[in-house]
C-alpha cells in the first residue's frame, strides 16, 4: 500500500521568506499523480499544486513549487515571497495512474509571522 | 473552477437521531465522490467511494449502517450517519471527480460540514 510521510508536523516562516515543506512516499507503481493541498482555517481544502510523475520538469505555480525526486520519492514544495494568506495546513498526497483513492500526509502546519 | 458545494455547513444534533449531509457538483457532472472525515488538526480518513448508481465502497473500519451512503445523481451524494452519538462529532469532507477528467483525477473539494451530537 502507498504511505506519504510528511516529516514536519509545524513550520514557520518569515513573511517574504521563504520555507520549504518536505514529504516523502513510498509506492511500487511506476505512474501516478503527486498534490500539495492547502487548508487555511476555514478548513476547505485547495489544491496548491499538481505533478505527474512521468513528468521530469518540476510543476509551478507562482510563488509555489515543487522539487520532485522520483527515484528518492520525494516531493516537496517550496513556498517564495511568504504571505500572511499562506498560513494554513498544507497536505501531501498520492493517486496511483489508474487508482481512486488520494493517500494523504499527516499534514504540516505553517505558521507565518509578520 | 469546478465547485462543489455541502449542506448544512454545520449541524447540532441530539443523541441517537440521523443526520444527512449533501454534497453537490455545482458546475460539472461527477460520477465518484468521497467522503472524508478529520478530526482537529489531523490529516483527512477516507470513508468511502461513492459511484453513481451503485453501492458505495467503504473503507476498512468505517461502519456501512452507521454511514449510509447514496449517489442518487451525477451532482449529488448523501452521507446519513444514522443513530448519530457523540463519538460522531467530527468534521465530515466530501470531494467529486469531474467525470470527463477521470484520468488525471483533480479531486474537487466541499467546505465541509462540522457535525456536532450532544
Known amino acids: 500500500a502507498q504511505t506519504v510521510t510528511q516529516s514536519q508536523p509545524e513550520m514557520s516562516v518569515q513573511e517574504a521568506e521563504t520555507v520549504t515543506l518536505s514529504c516523502t512516499y513510498d509506492?511500487?507503481?511506476?505512474?501516478?499523480?503527486l498534490f500539495w493541498y492547502k487548508q487555511p482555517p476555514s478548513r476547505q481544502m485547495i489544491l496548491v499544486i499538481r505533478?505527474?510523475?512521468?513528468?521530469?520538469q518540476n510543476a509551478t505555480e507562482n510563488r509555489f513549487s515543487v522539487n520532485f525526486q522520483k527515484a528518492a520519492k520525494s516531493f516537496s514544495l517550496k513556498i517564495s515571497d511568504s504571505q500572511l494568506g499562506d498560513a494554513a495546513m498544507y497536505f501531501c498526497?498520492?493517486?496511483?495512474?489508474?487508482?481512486?483513492?488520494?493517500?494523504f500526509g499527516a499534514g504540516t502546519i505553517l505558521r507565518v509571522k509578520s | 473552477g469546478a465547485v462543489v458545494s455541502q449542506h448544512p455547513s454545520w449541524v447540532i444534533c441530539k443523541s441517537g437521531t440521523s443526520v444527512k449531509i449533501e454534497c453537490r457538483s455545482l458546475d460539472f457532472q461527477a460520477t465518484t465522490m468521497f467522503w472524508y472525515r478529520q478530526f482537529p488538526k489531523q490529516s483527512l480518513m477516507l470513508m468511502a467511494t461513492s459511484n453513481e448508481g451503485s453501492k458505495a465502497t467503504y473503507e476498512q473500519g468505517v461502519e456501512k449502517d452507521k454511514f449510509l451512503i447514496n449517489h442518487a445523481s451525477l451532482t449529488l451524494s448523501t452521507l446519513t450517519v444514522t443513530s448519530a452519538h457523540p463519538e460522531d462529532s467530527s468534521f465530515y469532507i466530501c470531494s467529486a471527480r469531474d467525470y470527463r477528467d477521470w484520468l488525471s483525477d483533480t479531486q474537487y473539494f466541499g467546505p465541509g460540514t462540522r457535525l456536532t451530537v450532544l
Open positions: 509506492t511500487s507503481e511506476s505512474d501516478y499523480y
Open positions: 505533478q505527474e510523475a512521468y513528468k521530469q
Open positions: 498526497a498520492y493517486r496511483g495512474i489508474y487508482g481512486n483513492k488520494l493517500v
